[in-house]
């Protein structure tokens, strides 16, 4: 009677531990390696994956030297399985590992090569203009 028992619970007990799991990712790739800050906070350099918790519109900002400043936002939305009552079934008892993955592509731009021509011209005619307009009036 005992041993029918404890074989009845077995599987019972298999399943109640054998639960399954819903991991949220997002992945951030870019052509060369950048900082990646992600609701202001540094996650990481490029290619880099987190775990997030909750959906919803994220601010996403990539830096690299040498390159412009990236900045976007990411909307999370939520899957099917994880609406109220749903989720539940999804997180606790399905015994299937499920991954929300999603992944942001950014490619960043070099930035443009300063103007040097014509430089000193224009430097030197401001600071002409700057000396006429400082210059003392003169006497009377």
């Not at 399943?15 to 800050?37: D, H, K, Q, T, W």
């Not at 390159?67 to 939520?78: E, I, R």
């Not at 930035?111 to 006497?139: K, V, W, Y």
Request: proline fraction near 8%.
């Amino acid at each position: 009677m005992t041993r029918a028992l404890i074989c009845s619970l077995c599987p019972l007990l298999t399943a109640a531990l054998c639960y399954g799991c819903v991991e949220r990712r997002i992945r951030f790739e870019s052509n060369i390696p950048a900082r990646v800050y992600l609701d202001r906070e540094n996650i990481g350099v490029t290619p880099v994956e987190i775990e997030f918790r909750n959906y919803g519109t994220r601010e996403y900002t990539l830096r690299a030297d040498g390159y412009k400043t990236t900045s976007g936002t990411v909307n999370l939305a939520t899957p099917w399985y994880e609406y109220p009552v749903i989720d539940f079934f999804s997180e606790v008892l399905i015994p299937v590992d499920i991954v929300d993955q999603h992944t942001v592509i950014v490619t960043l731009e070099p930035l443009a090569a300063p103007e040097f021509e014509g430089l000193r011209e224009r430097a030197e005619a401001r600071r002409e203009q700057a000396n006429r307009e400082l210059a003392p009036p003169p006497d009377k």
